[in-house]
């Protein structure tokens, strides 16, 4: 009897100890599930339609009242309707659009910043240079479609000597100014590798003028613009192979310096905005530049008579000013928090993705429009831009930048604004 007792009280003890062992998983899956439906409330949450609108007004509020100068937005619709009143009003419509692209092109470049934070500082860069080069390209097509071949030629040279000169210029003065105590550092490899695609544009823009200016064509009025289209594959082919080069097989070479330092707290700071929000910005933005952008290209004529003003100026300095609002922000930006990299990678990257894809681009974009773009900018034009090479290849060779090299580079750029104001374009007459 007693061991049929003792057996007994284990098998009740052992069936006690199973529910005893069973009975606190069962609690933790049960608030396991519990956490498991909360998550997905708050994805919900997140889904409905009030959240979506909630994002969608604070997104408006960061990026439309956030920045003073979106105080100039107006002024893009008061110039659409001036457009459209009768009389001659092709210098405001001209003023008035050319400020209302200036918010628009500074909003623009915000939003690639944006974006920029979540796509790491080499690609950062390249979205800079190509989203900040976007209202010159839509001009420029708009330009090419309406048979302003030399207002093309002009924009696009203006916006290489506005970057190289004006909006560096500003970057290494505002820079130096920010740590006057030493001189900045950036990566003097990927300067040197730009210099040289820039030095690689000025030769497929100097033999096309030469050939021209020394009357040593094999056919004249035909080998001009067959170099300049072989000349633009050419570039297009190489500047592919500089994509490749700085993306994926020499990396390391691009890493800016100091990259380890940086924490990824600071990144989290800068974003406002999330990466969905930040593309779909781009392309608003975008859009409304090409719609504002038609109404300046069709008053450039009559706003440089009005205006009694040469428009080569107009088309080499006061177009891509404007143009080149988001460079020159991000580029000052980038600069006083001693990101220099990404400064070059703004201010000379967008120089060398002007002059080694978007004019090649246009070449090839006027050849299928039917249009004869070629790559002579004429003697005076192409000179300016090889002096102006050199001079910013020099400022760059010993990778560091300071106030005064920022200086002289503004004062060289406003000695070239004066020269292009009194400088009369030899074939505005027939308007090529």
């Known amino acids: 009897m007693g061991a049929a007792e003792n057996a007994e009280l284990g098998g009740l003890q052992d069936e006690e100890e199973m529910v005893a062992g069973t009975a606190p998983p069962a609690r933790k ?12 409330a708050a ?11 909630r994002m969608a007004l604070r997104s408006i509020r960061i990026v439309i009242f956030q920045a003073k100068i979106n105080v100039l937005l107006p002024f893009g619709p008061l110039a659409i309707t001036l457009h459209y009143i009768p009389g001659n009003h092709q210098g405001w419509v001209f003023l008035f659009s050319l400020i209302g692209i200036t918010p628009l092109a500074e909003r623009l470049g ?22 900040g080069n976007a209202t010159e390209m839509i001009i420029s097509i708009y330009a090419l479609k309406n048979g302003m071949i030399r207002v093309v030629q002009q924009s696009l040279l203006g916006s290489i000597l506005s970057n190289m000169l004006l909006v560096l210029g500003c970057a290494f003065f505002a820079g130096g100014l920010a740590h006057p105590d030493r001189d900045q550092v950036f990566n003097k490899a990927s300067a040197v590798v730009n210099s040289g695609l820039l030095l690689m544009a000025v030769l497929g823009l100097m033999f096309p003028a030469v050939l021209h200016f020394t009357h040593s064509e094999a056919h004249y009025g035909k080998s001009e613009v067959s170099l300049s289209r072989f000349s633009s594959c050419i570039m297009l082919v190489a500047y592919a192979s500089y994509l490749f080069f700085q993306l994926k097989s020499q990396r390391s070479l691009y890493s800016p310096i100091g990259e380890e330092e940086e924490t990824t707290e600071d990144e989290e700071d800068e974003k406002e905005i999330t990466q969905g929000e930040a593309i779909s910005w781009l392309f608003v933005l975008t859009i409304w530049i090409s ?16 205006l009694n003003m040469p428009l080569a100026f107009i088309s080499v300095i006061l177009l891509p000013i404007v143009g080149n609002a988001a460079e020159h922000a991000s580029a000052i930006m980038f600069a006083m928090k001693n990101k220099l990299d990404i400064t070059l990678g703004v201010a000379i990257g967008s120089s060398t993705q002007i002059s080694m894809f978007v004019i090649p681009f246009c070449v090839v974009i006027g050849w299928m429009m039917g249009e004869e773009m070629d790559l002579n900018f004429q003697l005076f034009e192409t000179a300016t831009l090889f002096i102006t090479v050199l001079v910013v290849a020099f400022m760059l060779q010993e990778g560091t930048s300071n106030y005064f090299k920022g200086l002289m580079l503004i004062l060289c750029y406003l000695i070239v604004a004066a020269s292009f104001f009194v400088h009369v374009d030899p074939k505005s007459s027939d308007n090529k």
């Open 29 to 40: 899956m049960q608030s396991l599930d519990f956490e498991h439906i909360g998550s997905l």
């Open 43 to 53: 994805v919900a949450e997140s889904l409905s339609p009030r959240s979506k609108w």
């Open 110 to 131: 915000y939003a690639t910043e944006q974006l920029a934070c979540y796509t790491g500082p080499t690609i950062g860069g390249l979205l800079n240079a190509t989203f």
């Open 291 to 306: 719609i504002l952008s038609g109404y300046l290209v069709d008053a450039i004529q009559g706003a440089s008579e009005s």
